[in-house]
C-alpha cells in the first residue's frame, strides 16, 4: 500500500428532528421562533460541516426522529440534507432508536436518497463503504448495526449480538481496514433500553464504536491501551432546560497505525444554561435584578453563532421572597432580557429560603417550633406523604407531574418555607 | 388594597417597587392601620350605637355602654333582638332576609347605622371605666399581654403615630361629653346586606373574628346554646387566633386553603391565569389546534405519496398520449391511403373501362375492317412488291405497245390522212388557186397600212414631245417609230417568201405515191402493233387471273389498285396492330397499378386492424373514421386527465412550498410543551399547598390539643360551678365530640342532656374559650340574648357568676325581659351598666 489507508466520518445520533421543547416556560415570538427553527439549523450545520471537510460518510446512531412525527418542513429539510450528501457521494448509514423504530420510519417516511442506509431491524447488517462511494472504490471500512424494529428493543436479545470484525467478514467477504459498529443502546447505563454490557463491545474487534441514546457527549476509552472508543456523539441540540452546555457531533479519523482521533464540533443553534444567584444580601428587588444581570455578564456564550438561554434559580436565605411573587420575578426577567442581546433567561424560579434561626424557634417552643416538627416528621414519612398527595391529586381529578417522586424533599421544602411565609406574612 | 377580593394574593406593586424601610412602614401603615389595633394593645369596647334605619328602629342612639357587663332591659318587642342583629349587621354586614329570617329592613329607607367604640381604659382589669372617659394615653407602651410583635421586623408598633394621625373625632351620640381621642366608629349603610368594602379600621377592630365565629360565640342565644357548631374546628381556629405569629395559624391556614382553591379557579382574571383549570382550558384548546396541524401533518405526508403516484401516473399517461398521438397519426395515414386508394382505383375503374372500350372500338374497328375487305385475296407483302414490279413491267409493255400501237396507228392515220389529204389538195389545188392570190394580196396591204399608221403616231408624239420638250414623249414617238419601221421590215420579208413556191401538182403525185406506200407501211405495222397490243392485253390478263384478282381486276390499274388496296389494309391492319400492342402495353400498365392498388389495399388492411378483407372502400372509410374519432375521444379524455393530473400536481406543489417554510405545527407543539411545563410547575405547586396545609394543619392541631384542654378543662370548671357540681367534665370522645362527666363519671352525649344541662354545657364552653383565647375578638363584645331562661334559679345563679366573671376581661352585654335576671344580675355584679330601651 502506497499510503495508509484513512477514513473520515461525521458521527451524530438523537436529532429528534421534529420533536418540541421541553421544560420551557416563557418565550418570546423571536426565542419561539429560534426554537422552531433550531434542530433543523443544527442539522443543516451538521451537513455543511460533512461537505466543507469532505467527510467519507455519515452515521446517525438513532432517535433521527421522533414519536412526535416531523413537520413538512422539517422533513424536506432532512431529505435536502441528504440530497446534497448525495450529490457530493458521501453516503448515510443510519441505525432506528427507540423513538424511531422501523415500524415506523417504513411507513412513514417514503424513500430516501439513494446514499442512505438503513441498519436492518431484524437482523445485524452490515454495508461496505468504498472511497467516492463508486461501485468500483476501495474498500475502506466495513459498518455493521443494528435497528430497533419497535419502541422497546426485546429484552431475551441484545442488539450487539453479531456485529463484530470476524462477524462482518464472513457476511461480507472483503476485508476492510477499518469497521466501525453503529448501535443505539443504553449500554449499562440503562438496562431497559437495549442493555449492552461494554466488554461485549470491547472484545468486538471494531475500530469505533458510533453509539447513540444518551444525550450527552460522552466518550468510553477501551482498556488496556487498545485503539477503540465508545463514542455518544450527544444530540446536536439539547431539547430540554437540563440538557445544558454546548451540543454537537463527532468527526472521527481512523488511520491505519495511528490512533482514532476524535474532534468534537458544536452544532446548537441554543445553548441552555442553568445559573444559580444568591441574594442573599440584597435588600431590594432592584439589588436582586442588578446580582441576575452580573451573573447572566459571566456566562460564557462560547464560539459559534447561537443563543444561550438561561434558567436562573435564585437561592439564598432572604425575606425578600414575599415580594417573588410570578408578577415581580416576571418585570423582572422582561427586565433583564430587553438588556440583553446575547443571553435570554427564560425563567427566574424562587429557590430561597426564609431567613430563620430554627434552633431558636425551636427552644422558644412556640407555634413555629410545631411547624418545624411537622416538617421534620414529613421528611421521615416521604413515601406515604407521596401516596397520599397522589391520592388527593386523584380526587380532585388530576395527576402529580411526572417523576414526582424524586422531587419529594424539594416539595416539603418549599411547604415549608410557604408556611413560614404565611405566618409571617402581612395579614390581609 | 380596598379593591380586592379577601383573598387575593398580588401585591400591589405594579412596577419593581424597593420592599419599604422600618420608618415607611410604619408610616404607610398609618394609611392601611393594618395591626395598628392588633396585637399592638389597644383595646376597645363598644360605647354607643346609633340606628339611622334597622327594623323597628329609626335614628335611634343606644348606650352608653361600659367596658364590662352591661345589661339591656326591654319588653317584648322592645327591639332586644334588633339591637343585637344590628351590631352583627354593622361588623358584618347586614342580615340577609328570607321566609324564615328577617333582614330588619323597613319602609323607612335602607338599614344604617353606627357603632361607637372607645378606647379601653384599664385593659384586663375589671370594667371601671365609666362612660366618656378619654383614654388618650392609656396606650403607651402598654403590653396588652399578645406576644411580642417582633415577628420579622414588619409589625409596626406605631400606635401612637396612628392615634395621632387620627385626631379627634367628635363622637356624635347622645350624651358625649368629652373628646374621644382615639375613638373608632363604624357605620354601615349598605342596601340589602351585600357585603361592602369594609373600612381598615373596622377590618382592624374585628381583626382575628370572623362572621361564623361572631355568630357562634359572640352573638349568643338560646337557640345557639344548643349547639357548639364544628366544635373542635371552632375552638381550634379561636385557638389557634391567640397564636404568637403575626398572622394566625388559621388565618394562615385559610390563606393556604384559598390558595388550593385559587389553584381551581375558573376566573379569567389575570391573576388566575395560572389556575389548573385554565391552563388545561388553554391546554385543550391548543391541542385542538395541535390536532388540527398534526392532522394537516399526515395529510400532507399522504399528499407525498399521492403525488408519487401521480407523477407515475402521469408518466404513464404521457405514453398512452403518445401512443394514441401515433395510433391516430397511423390512421390518419391510412385514411389518407386509402382515398388516396379510393381516387387511383376510381381512376384505374375508369382507366381499365377506356381501355376496355377502346379495345371494343379497335375489335369493332378491325371487324368492320376486316369485313369490308375480306373479299380479296391476301398477299404477303413481299408478293405485293413483286406483283408491282410485275404490273409495272407489264405497263410499261403495255404502254410501248400502246405507244407503239398509237404510233402507228397515228403513222396510219397521218398517212392516211395526207394521202387524203394530198388528193384532196389536190382536188382542192386547182380551186385554190385562184383564191389564194387575192386572200394574198388583202394580207399583204392589211400591214402595211398598219405600218404606216404607227409610222404617222410615232411621228407626231415625236414631234408631240420635241415641241413640249419632254422626253418621255418624246421617247415614246421614237419607240413607236421603231415598231414601224420593224413592222415594215417584217412585210418585206415576208414578200420575198411567196415568191419561192414552184408548181406542185407534180410534185404532189409523187408524193401520191409515197404516202401511198408510207400509208400502207404503217397499215401494215399498224396491224402489227395490234396484234402486239392485244398479246399484250392478253398477258395482262392472264397474269390477273394468275393473281387471283380475275374477278376484281380488269386491268392493270385495277389490278394495282387492289395491290394498293392490300397494301393498304396490310397497312391498316399494322396500325390495328400497332393500337392492340399500346393497348396492351396499357393493359399492363394498368395491371400492374392493379397490383400495386391491391397492395396497397394489404396494406391499408394491414396496419388497420379492424379492417375485414371483405370490407368495401366505404366501408373502411367508415370504420376508419370511427376509430379516429374514438380514438380522438380517447385521446382528448387523457389529455382532459393529463391536464387535471398537471393540475393536481401544482396543487401539491405549491402546497409542499408552503409547507416547506410553515412552522406552524412546530410552534404549536412548543405551545403544548410550555403548558405541560406550566401545568407541572401548577401541580407541584399545589402539592407544595396540600404538604403545607397538612403541615400547618399538623401543627395546628397539636397546638391546641395543647391548649386545648386548656379550654375543656375551664369549661370544666364553669360547668361545676354552674351546675353546682352536677357535672364536672367537659372532654372530647374518641370521635372529637364534645360530651361532658357527670361527678359520678358519668359520660352523656349532648343530645342526650335536658336541655337546660346542655344550654350550660355549651355556654359553658363560649365562657372558656372566650376566657383561654383571651385575645381574640378582644374589641368586639359579647352579646347574650336572654340565654338564662331555660336555667333553674340555682344554674342562673351559676351562669351569672361566670358570665360577670368573664366580663371582668370583656365587655358583654345581656340583653333580657326578665327584672329578676337584672336584679341577679346586678347582684352578682355591682358595677353593671343597666340600659333600659
Known amino acids: 500500500m502506497a499510503t495508509d489507508a484513512k477514513v473520515t466520518f461525521i458521527h451524530a445520533a438523537d436529532l429528534h428532528i421534529g420533536a418540541p421543547f421541553t421544560g420551557i416556560r416563557h418565550t418570546t415570538p423571536e426565542l419561539a421562533h429560534s426554537l422552531v427553527a433550531a434542530i433543523t439549523q443544527s442539522y443543516n450545520r451538521l451537513i455543511d460541516t460533512a461537505l466543507r471537510r469532505q467527510v467519507d460518510f455519515v452515521v446517525f446512531a438513532g432517535d433521527v426522529f421522533d414519536r412526535a412525527r416531523p413537520t413538512y418542513a422539517d422533513f424536506s429539510s432532512f431529505y435536502n440534507g441528504l440530497n446534497k450528501l448525495q450529490t457530493a457521494h458521501i453516503p448515510v448509514y443510519i441505525c432506528n432508536g427507540n423513538h424511531d423504530p422501523w415500524s415506523t420510519w417504513s411507513k412513514d417516511y417514503g424513500e430516501l436518497p439513494d446514499n442512505t442506509h438503513i441498519f436492518s431491524a431484524e437482523h445485524p447488517e452490515f454495508f461496505v463503504y468504498r472511497k467516492g462511494n463508486s461501485p468500483d472504490g476501495t474498500p475502506l471500512a466495513t459498518l455493521g448495526g443494528r435497528s430497533f424494529l419497535n419502541e422497546t428493543f426485546p429484552k431475551n ?72 472508543q465508545l463514542v455518544y456523539s450527544g444530540c446536536i441540540q439539547g431539547r430540554d432546560v437540563k440538557e445544558i452546555g454546548p451540543r454537537g457531533c463527532e468527526l472521527i479519523t481512523l488511520e491505519q497505525g495511528k490512533r482514532n482521533k476524535l474532534e468534537f464540533i458544536p452544532l446548537s443553534s441554543i445553548i441552555w444554561e442553568q445559573c444559580n444567584v444568591d441574594i442573599s444580601e440584597c435588600s431590594t428587588l432592584d439589588q436582586v435584578t442588578s446580582k441576575i444581570r452580573h451573573a447572566l455578564q459571566r456566562i460564557d456564550a462560547g464560539p459559534g453563532e447561537h443563543k444561550v438561554v438561561v434558567r436562573v434559580a435564585l437561592v439564598g436565605r432572604t425575606n425578600l421572597n414575599t415580594l417573588f411573587s410570578n408578577e415581580n420575578l416576571n418585570a423582572i426577567r422582561h427586565n433583564i432580557n430587553e438588556h440583553h442581546a446575547i443571553v435570554f433567561c427564560d425563567s427566574i424560579i424562587d429557590c430561597t429560603r426564609g431567613i430563620r434561626d430554627d434552633a431558636t424557634i425551636k427552644r422558644e417552643g412556640l407555634f413555629a417550633s410545631l411547624v418545624l416538627e411537622g416538617a421534620s416528621w414529613q421528611k421521615d414519612h416521604s413515601n406515604e406523604l407521596f401516596e397520599s398527595l397522589e391520592r388527593e391529586f386523584a380526587q380532585r381529578g388530576e395527576q402529580l407531574p411526572r417523576e414526582f417522586s424524586d422531587q419529594m424533599q424539594s416539595v416539603e421544602q418549599d411547604a415549608l418555607e410557604l408556611v413560614f411565609r404565611e405566618l409571617g406574612g402581612e395579614k390581609k | 388594597m380596598n379593591n380586592l377580593p379577601k383573598h387575593a394574593r398580588e401585591t400591589q406593586t405594579p412596577s419593581l417597587v424597593a420592599p419599604p424601610t422600618r420608618q415607611e412602614i410604619v408610616l404607610r401603615h398609618n394609611d392601611l392601620s393594618k395591626g395598628a389595633v392588633q396585637g399592638a394593645g389597644q383595646r376597645y369596647y363598644l360605647r354607643a350605637l346609633h340606628i339611622d334605619n334597622f327594623g323597628v328602629f329609626h335614628q335611634k342612639d343606644i348606650g352608653p355602654f361600659g367596658p364590662g357587663l352591661n345589661v339591656v332591659y326591654g319588653r317584648n318587642e322592645a327591639g332586644k333582638t334588633t339591637i343585637r342583629q344590628f351590631i352583627g349587621g354593622v361588623l358584618f354586614g347586614w342580615p340577609q332576609g328570607g321566609s324564615r329570617t328577617n333582614s330588619y329592613s323597613n319602609t323607612s329607607g335602607d338599614r344604617a347605622g353606627t357603632l361607637n367604640f372607645s378606647p379601653r381604659a384599664d385593659v384586663g382589669g375589671a370594667g371601671a371605666s365609666r362612660a366618656g372617659t378619654v383614654t388618650g394615653d392609656a396606650d403607651t407602651g402598654t403590653d396588652t399581654g399578645s406576644a411580642g410583635v417582633d415577628s420579622a421586623g414588619s409589625q409596626p408598633n406605631s400606635v401612637n403615630a396612628a392615634s395621632a394621625q387620627r385626631g379627634a373625632y367628635s363622637a356624635g351620640t347622645n350624651g358625649a361629653r368629652t373628646s374621644y381621642g382615639s375613638e373608632i366608629r363604624i357605620t354601615r349603610t349598605s342596601k340589602r346586606g351585600q357585603p361592602e368594602e369594609d373600612s381598615a379600621e373596622h377590618s382592624s377592630l374585628l381583626a382575628d373574628i370572623d362572621k361564623t365565629t361572631y355568630a357562634n360565640v359572640f352573638s349568643l342565644d338560646t337557640d345557639e346554646l344548643m349547639d357548639l357548631k364544628a366544635g373542635d374546628k371552632l375552638t381550634s381556629r379561636f385557638l389557634s387566633a391567640s397564636a404568637d405569629t403575626a398572622v394566625s395559624p388559621s388565618q394562615a391556614k385559610q390563606n393556604i386553603e384559598n390558595q388550593i382553591k385559587d389553584c381551581f379557579s375558573r376566573s379569567q382574571a389575570e391573576s388566575y391565569k395560572r389556575s389548573i383549570p385554565n391552563l388545561k382550558a388553554q391546554l385543550s384548546q391548543v391541542q385542538s389546534k395541535l390536532e388540527e396541524a398534526e392532522e394537516q401533518r399526515h395529510r400532507l405526508f399522504d399528499d407525498r405519496e399521492t403525488y408519487k403516484n401521480l407523477s407515475r401516473e402521469e408518466r404513464t399517461l404521457n405514453e398512452r398520449i403518445a401512443r394514441l398521438q401515433s395510433l391516430e397519426k397511423q390512421l390518419s395515414n391510412c385514411e389518407t391511403n386509402l382515398v388516396h386508394w379510393k381516387n387511383e382505383h376510381k381512376k384505374l375503374t375508369e382507366d381499365v373501362r377506356d381501355l376496355d372500350e377502346q379495345k371494343d372500338d379497335l375489335t369493332r374497328e378491325e371487324r368492320t375492317f376486316e369485313s369490308s375487305h375480306d373479299a380479296y385475296p391476301d398477299k404477303k407483302d413481299s408478293d405485293i412488291m413483286h406483283m408491282r414490279k410485275d404490273i409495272q413491267a407489264l405497263r410499261k409493255k403495255l404502254t410501248r405497245s400502246e405507244d407503239a400501237l398509237q404510233d402507228a396507228k397515228t403513222h396510219r392515220e397521218d398517212s392516211y390522212v395526207r394521202l387524203q389529204t394530198l388528193k384532196n389538195k389536190m382536188a382542192k389545188e386547182q380551186t385554190d388557186s385562184v383564191s389564194t392570190r387575192t386572200t394574198r394580196a388583202a394580207r399583204r396591204a392589211l400591214p402595211s397600212v398598219l405600218t404606216l399608221i404607227l409610222l404617222a403616231i410615232g411621228a407626231l408624239t415625236f414631234s408631240f414631245g420635241r415641241i413640249q420638250s419632254s422626253i418621255s414623249i418624246t421617247g415614246l414617238g421614237m419607240v413607236i417609230l421603231a415598231l414601224a419601221f420593224v413592222g415594215m421590215l417584217a ?24 404516202d401511198q406506200t408510207t400509208f400502207d407501211r404503217d397499215d401494215a405495222l399498224f396491224n402489227i402493233k395490234q396484234k402486239d397490243y392485244s398479246a399484250c392485253e392478253k398477258e395482262i390478263a392472264t397474269w390477273i387471273q394468275n393473281a387471283g384478282f380475275g374477278e376484281y381486276a380488269r386491268n392493270l390499274d385495277e389490278a394495282e389498285d387492289i395491290l394498293d388496296s392490300l397494301e393498304e389494309i396490310h397497312k391498316t391492319q399494322r396500325l390495328f396492330h400497332q393500337r392492340w400492342l399500346s393497348l396492351n402495353a396499357q393493359d399492363v400498365q394498368l395491371r400492374k397499378r392493379e397490383r400495386n392498388l391491391a397492395e396497397e389495399h394489404q396494406d391499408i388492411l394491414r396496419t388497420f386492424e379492424d379492417a375485414d378483407i371483405n370490407d368495401s372502400a366505404s366501408d373502411l372509410e367508415q370504420k376508419l373514421e370511427n376509430a379516429l374519432s374514438r380514438v380522438a375521444e380517447e385521446l382528448k379524455l387523457a389529455r382532459d386527465e393529463q391536464t387535471q393530473n398537471l393540475r393536481h400536481l401544482g396543487q401539491l406543489n405549491e402546497r409542499f412550498s408552503r409547507a416547506a417554510n410553515d412552522n406552524e405545527l412546530s410552534e404549536l407543539r412548543l405551545q403544548v410543551e410550555k403548558l405541560h411545563t406550566k401545568l407541572d410547575d401548577a401541580h407541584k405547586h399545589l402539592a407544595v399547598l396540600l404538604l403545607a396545609r397538612d403541615l400547618i394543619s399538623g401543627a395546628l392541631h397539636r397546638w391546641e390539643s395543647q391548649s386545648s384542654p386548656d379550654v375543656y378543662g375551664r369549661a370544666g370548671h364553669i360547668l361545676e360551678a354552674m351546675t353546682s357540681g352536677a357535672w364536672d367534665h367537659v372532654q372530647l370522645d374518641s370521635a372529637g365530640k364534645i360530651q361532658a362527666v357527670s361527678f359520678s363519671g358519668n359520660t352523656m352525649k349532648p343530645v342526650k342532656m335536658s336541655l337546660g344541662t346542655r344550654q350550660q354545657l355549651y355556654l359553658s364552653l363560649r365562657l372558656a374559650l372566650l376566657q383561654t383565647a383571651s385575645d381574640v375578638g378582644k374589641n368586639v363584645p359579647v352579646l347574650c340574648d336572654d340565654i338564662l331562661v331555660n336555667f333553674d334559679e340555682a344554674r342562673r345563679e351559676g351562669a351569672a357568676k361566670a358570665i360577670a366573671s368573664l366580663a371582668a376581661q370583656r365587655q358583654i352585654i345581656v340583653f333580657t325581659c326578665h327584672q329578676d335576671v337584672v336584679s341577679l344580675l346586678k347582684d352578682v355584679c355591682p358595677n353593671i351598666t343597666e340600659i333600659s330601651l
Not at chain 2, 420579208?493 to 405515191?513: D, F
Open chain 1, 157 to 228: 436479545d441484545c442488539i450487539a449480538n453479531g456485529i463484530t470484525k470476524f462477524d462482518a467478514q464472513r457476511a461480507t467477504r472483503i476485508a476492510t481496514p477499518f469497521y466501525v459498529g453503529v448501535i443505539h443502546t443504553g449500554l449499562d447505563f440503562d438496562h431497559n433500553q437495549a442493555y449492552v454490557p461494554r466488554q461485549k463491545l470491547f472484545s468486538s474487534g471494531m475500530n469505533y464504536w458510533a453509539l447513540g441514546h444518551i444525550h450527552k457527549r460522552m466518550v468510553i476509552n477501551a482498556p488496556n491501551g487498545q485503539n477503540m
Open chain 2, 491 to 514: 412585210i418585206v420579208v415576208a414578200g420575198r417568201r411567196q415568191i419561192k413556191q414552184p408548181s406542185h401538182l407534180l410534185v404532189l403525185e409523187n408524193q401520191l405515191e409515197s
